[in-house]
DNA sequence: GCTTATTCGTGAAAAATCTCACGTTATTTT
DNA sequence: AAAATAACGTGAGATTTTTCACGAATAAGC
């Protein structure tokens, strides 16, 4: 049973499962914010930039279907979303480094609507050190090892200057973390086994130059293509 | 000529393309810390978990070669990379919302590395009116399209709380902004000739959730596999 | 209840991307 | 200077992903 669970996650392409992610998002927004119950595949479609044909492909994959005339029904697959992607699971996360980054992610709302919780924030400011995020206490290094057994953690949040990221990810490796989520723009050399997702803030900009910069290429073209 | 290095921007996969972005970061980290002459396609395969097939595919794309024994040069490699990306020409951007994340934003040092600049941080809040963050003072939103016309501004950093994203984006798009980033998790509904990118955090997190239960599923197979 | 209009579901074709295998080439060694 | 070696470069094949086209299904209108 709980391999033939597994099984599914591992059966979508993986451009799917990607997108899986954006209408995860969508249609959270659609029943929270609008109260939604129906959603076509032409509406997803087109918030998200991609075409109705690609939508209902990815659906496919899942065992919810949609209704001519209506389209999906909003908390249906909202439901067996959460399920993919374990949202009702609670993860707990730990953030390293109380800068305005930290700070920013220690804060953020969206964390419950994904099944993850910020358990602990730490930095090696002494002036920091003690003081109150929201509701939690920044903690100092010393007490990862600590947090992470006591809440079981296994990802944790690099949000330390560039300077500073590998050696944090050294420590981090060294205290058995699973995966590391950074946000620093250093690229971290770690054992194979960890996971690594990099959250480099630099890379969405340089694709917005390029489209910039397509577009105005384009301006030429549409003498001719429009 | 123009037109040519224009042509030339659009010969790549776009798969290629993304892919490129990381190439740009890791030598540009590779030339700036370890002040490395030559790099081989294999390392920087390991350091970003793909193929050296792959790399040298990729870079068979651009003009620059490499060296069999030696790998390919650095310096000739980036030059080329930040010719395609732009990076020599500034662009200004601006930033809604002086919370913790668009305070983070204004902050980071990396910019310049990639042809950005920030040209002033915006909050409806009175109380941070005026204010500095390093070396900028945050102006209220009214200031916006003043700001836009004087530094040509095309790229705003939505930085706000979702629930007020969508209206700083119709705002945005009503003064004629080309493209928005996104930093909050709403999706945005605009207009389609304005670019969006979504630097929505949680789907880092999904995936690193996917990949530690995948792994644990994957645990169960080592036995046959290895 | 029958008809019509609309939207889903999905194989099959097309396109894009990745992998493989091996020839080529420059460095290093002898 | 020749041989050996290590790494690049790339076409061809395999795989993955997207697009297309149309049958099936169902809600709404008559």
Redesign the interface.
Known sequence: MS?EE?KE??RFPKAT?ERL??Y???LT?LLLEEKREYVLSEEIAE???ITPEQVRKDFSYLRSTGKPKLGYKVSELLDELDEL??TRET?N?IIIGA???G???A?????K????RVAAIFDNDPQKIGTMVGELMILPLKDIPRVMRRFRV??AAICVP?SAAQEVADMLVGYGI??I?NFS???L?VP?DV???N?????????????????S?EA?KQVEIR
Chains 1, 2 share one sequence.
């Open positions: 391999l597994r996650i591992l499962f992610k954006s995860h998002a969508l927004q918030m998200l930039r992607f374990g993860e996360i800068g305005h980054l700070k920013a992610l804060n953020y709302k969206g964390f609507n994904i099944g993850a296994r990802i560039e699973r995966a989520w723009s250093r690229i050399d194979n996971i690594v997702r959250e480099d803030i630099t890379r969405g900009l340089l694709g917005i130059k390029h489209m910039l910069a397509q577009e290429t030429s």
